[in-house]
């Protein structure tokens, strides 16, 4: 099963971004915003990989979205934000887990107040980039 061709995410003010997909393969696909250019792009790629054997196999998924612009001087400069899961194959850790941990990641980044209308604050994602921890 795959996401759809098409996908639309919300900005942090709500507003509608939309990427439509590039390509696809055996390990995953690429989007790109359809409001930037193929010079200046912003893209959305969703990887999948499997390590390990038996008890100690572990499933990763990668979100990695990048928004790329060019400097006074015309060389790309890319901003780049990686979200990734791994997740052993055995039963000790479940879906739920997996989603509560999500929750509690969304919930730090938009200081508890994300919804359809966008991140309604940003004091932690500001805090993590000036370095704090």
Known sequence: MSFTDTLTLDNATGVDTVYNLQGR?????????????????????????????????VDRHLIQLTKQLNDAEGVPRAAIVNFTIAVPRSSTITAAMVYDIVSNLIDLISDGTF?????????????LLRGES
């Open 25 to 57: 393969d055996l390990t995953g696909s690429t989007r790109i915003n359809v409001a930037t250019t193929a010079t200046e792009p912003s893209q959305l790629i969703v990887k999948h990989s499997k390590s390990g054997v038996g008890a100690n196999a």
């Open 115 to 127: 919804s359809g209308s966008g991140i309604g604050g940003t004091t932690n994602l500001a805090a």
